[in-house]
């Protein structure tokens, strides 16, 4: 670790750092992004995914100074952790680091940032750093500058942030990735991910987890997708993005 900081601190600026430790990637953050350029892109790889996702929430807070949540979600939100942290990092140095390519695959995270310059722009940057509220009742969740609050449906709000809620992805880079890519083995997983980025949601549902809720019967990705005019998610098998809200959702299913 302290050899890697020693060499990146007395270097120029790069244009590409790759950040793939084992485990957490924080010894490494501050010099990381300390030395890369405008316009330079930072790669970073988390593999500690419990601490992320929930199973030791005093690990979360200590690592990331977040609260992250155990539920169909839990491994969106601790993408969306891990960028803040990263980013507030940027933001000491007026920089500015925004996700072009971030998914959750086997067991790590890894995120793409472009690196820009401006207070202006960390100011803005920061007014993305959020909550996200869930209601464990009916399976609502959404974006809110609170970490509190009460659901439509009676019940108090569980909450998982600060945590960036902005794009994970660039949609004109992630489609032109899938478009150009030369690796077969790795087209369907693109292409997933080219899908998921027209969708600009935090959060998204599981149909298993909100027909089990419900009691509904289990419907084809397919079917419901084409009803509501959403989006598969790379974060699971069955989970879809869609503005429409969790009442909604359940009337479409309940019509077939």
Avoid at 87 to 96: C, E, R, S, W
Avoid at 194 to 221: C, I, M, P, Q, R
Wanted: proline share 3%; hydrophobic share 40%.
């Amino acid at each position: 670790n302290e050899e890697a900081n020693l060499f990146l601190l007395h270097q120029a600026g790069f244009d590409y750092i790759d950040l793939d430790p084992f485990g957490t990637p924080n010894p490494f953050l501050a010099t990381a992004v300390a030395r890369i350029s405008r316009k330079g892109i930072l790669a970073v790889t988390a593999t500690d995914t419990a601490a992320l996702s929930g199973t030791y929430p005093k690990s979360t807070q200590r690592k990331y100074w977040a609260k992250s949540l155990r539920c169909h979600l839990m491994h969106e939100i601790g993408l969306r952790i891990l960028i803040r942290k990263v980013q507030l990092q940027g933001v000491q140095f007026d920089k500015v680091l925004i996700p072009i390519l971030s998914y959750h695959k086997d067991h790590y995270f890894r995120v793409y940032f472009i690196s820009a310059k401006g207070k202006e722009k960390c100011d803005e940057l920061i007014k993305q750093h959020k909550y996200l509220l869930y209601c464990s009742n009916c399976l609502t969740s959404l974006v809110s500058e609170n970490n509190c609050g009460t659901c439509d449906c009676g019940e108090n709000f569980d909450f998982a942030g600060p945590l960036w809620v902005g794009d994970l992805f660039d949609s004109k880079l992630v489609k032109k990735m899938a478009k150009t890519n030369p690796f077969p083995e790795e087209q369907k997983f693109l292409d997933l991910l080219a899908e998921e980025s027209t969708k600009k949601t935090v959060g998204f549902y599981d149909l298993h987890v909100l027909a089990k809720k419900y009691k509904l019967k289990v419907l084809k990705n397919e079917f419901v997708l084409q009803k509501i005019k959403g989006a598969r998610t790379h974060f699971s098998t069955v989970g879809v993005r869609s503005d429409k809200k969790v009442v909604d959702l359940v009337k479409v299913i309940k019509k077939k």
